[in-house]
């Protein structure tokens, strides 16, 4: 494995490629529904893909069931890795999503509700793509959010001995996936895919159907699985001699009058897309299983003999590692990325204006929360009177900078923010924790506490230079309508 792991990586960084990664979380921007037969369950499903707000994330809802439960597209609520992914929650499951995941991923696609009026997502022809051509037709839609990024700092591996199977997720500032398999079989032999950026996807990965070997088809068939199996919606891999009458058992076992086996293994005449087909759905499994981390992935993941049992074990270490980051609570900013708001839009939005303009940009904005950026510069007009000799930005100044941020919060919430004035009403426990400096880039995120009710919001705000807490407490403001 690990000369494989260097030979890929050799293989892979030798090209620079454009970083083309979307930034900024997308929904549909219509409903669209698709229909068609589980593949284990054999039950006829229909799927409405719903847009859905920021930060809203992936979310199945069985509407044939009482109360319409939601199941999260999460990790933690995987039950079930025997032939496929299922998630459950509330009492509620649906089974085989890695396929509608894998679609998602491959056109970055954030924020969508997935109704389904079955247990398990529809096969389709086994592979993501009538997913993907779904979705596009249904448009994407971006959204005033950036995606919230889990970037690799330091590699994470997994290690499965019994089924020397290994992944491992390595730092880089882009998405890459490479599977290697190998079955032991004169068919197939051993394998690799890979995808150098995620725009491949659609045209490289999402048309790679499922698939199984002759030898699995009789114990799947008696373990009540593949009930919506069929040669439409899967490859059947014939790795050893078959007799006459296997075949006409078979041929039973699936509905058909007769199938047969082509000269290269591969049952009743079936054509493969690609030679390498049985490794690209390895990646697009593996694309789809590792979503449900949570989060967006900026990593190189480098997988041998991947299955949906270690890629979930893997993505619960990921979100393990995502969860370890975030209890440290720093707003991550990234000046190379575009912000949600730049100067322009924030003058149109805010009545101030220099000098007591006191935000550069906005890189977060949601319903319960902003971030924004004001840079130091040692030209600001309080240097020349305030402390000129050990210049300090005044503390008053940070919860101005702070106020107006979460001014933004508030002014997002009415269809029209010109016409209307916010204004302070309080502050409380404030904490200046380090002194603000020229030069420094100050980070400061807000969030409310509860709704805002009559007009008057009440939210907390902390500043960040990097990593050091520099200020925090709680602020309440009023909105009210400048002809009121």
């Known amino acids: 494995m690990a000369a494989v792991l260097h030979n890929r990586l050799i293989a892979l960084n030798l090209p620079t490629f454009q970083k083309m990664l979307n930034y900024k979380q997308q929904t549909i921007q219509k409903s669209v529904t698709i229909s068609g037969v589980g593949l284990h369950t054999g039950v006829q499903t229909t799927m409405t893909f719903l847009p859905a707000q920021p930060n809203h994330g992936i979310k199945f809802q069985r509407i044939d069931l009482p109360g319409s439960p939601i199941i999260d597209a999460d990790c933690d609520r995987v039950v079930d890795v025997s032939r496929g992914t299922t998630i459950e929650q509330s009492g509620a499951r649906v089974s085989t999503i890695e396929h509608t995941l894998a679609a998602l991923v491959g056109l970055e696609i954030d924020n969508v509700l997935i109704q389904l009026d079955g247990p398990e997502a529809p096969i389709m022809d086994g592979s993501s793509i009538q997913f993907v051509n779904a979705l596009k037709e249904a448009g994407k839609e971006e959204q005033n959010a950036l995606r919230d990024f889990f970037e690799i700092q330091d590699s994470i591996f997994y290690r499965e001995a019994a089924r020397n199977v290994e992944i491992a997720a390595l730092p880089l500032d882009d998405y890459r996936v490479t599977v290697m398999v190998d079955y032991n079989s004169p068919v197939l032999g051993s394998q690799h895919a890979s995808i150098t950026s995620i725009q491949q996807f659609e045209k490289e990965i999402a048309s790679c159907r499922t698939f199984c070997f002759l030898h699995e088809l009789e114990m ?15 490859i059947v ?3 050893r001699v078959v007799e006459p009458h296997e075949l006409d058992n078979i041929a039973k076992m699936l509905n058909k009058p007769k199938v047969e086996v082509k000269k290269e293994g591969i049952l009743n005449n079936i054509e493969l897309r690609y030679n390498n087909e049985p ?13 449900l981390a949570g989060r967006p992935l900026k990593a190189q993941i480098l997988a041998a003999r991947p299955g949906h049992a270690a890629n979930v074990a893997f993505a619960k270490k990921l979100k393990k590692s995502m969860q370890e980051a975030d209890k440290k609570g720093v707003p991550k900013y990234n000046p190379s990325l575009p912000p949600v708001m730049d100067i322009n839009k924030v003058v149109s939005t805010l009545p101030h204006r220099y000098p007591f303009l006191l935000i550069d940009k906005i890189i977060h904005l949601d319903k319960e929360r902003v971030i924004g950026v004001k840079n130091v510069t040692m030209n600001e007009n309080y240097f020349q009177g305030h402390f000129p000799q050990n210049p300090v930005m005044p503390g008053v100044l940070q919860v101005e900078s702070m106020a107006q941020i979460g ?11 010109e016409n209307y004035w916010t204004y302070f009403l309080g502050i409380d426990e404030f904490r200046f924790r380090k002194m603000v400096l020229p030069g420094d ?11 805002i009710r009559r007009g008057i919001a009440k939210m907390t705000g902390r500043a960040y230079v990097g990593n050091t807490l ?15």
């Open 220 to 234: 799947l068939y008696k373990n009540n699985l593949i009930r919506g199996g069929d040669l439409n919606n899967a």
């Open 237 to 239: 891999i014939v790795d």
């Open 279 to 291: 490794a690209r759905h390895k990646l697009l499994d593996i694309i789809g299983d590792l979503s």
């Open 407 to 417: 001014g933004i919060l508030v002014l997002n919430t009415v269809p029209d923010p």
């Open 441 to 451: 880039t100050l980070v400061i995120q807000c969030d409310l506490l509860a709704p």
């Open 470 to 484: 520099v200020c925090e407490g709680t602020m309440t403001a009023s909105i009210v309508r400048k002809d009121a």
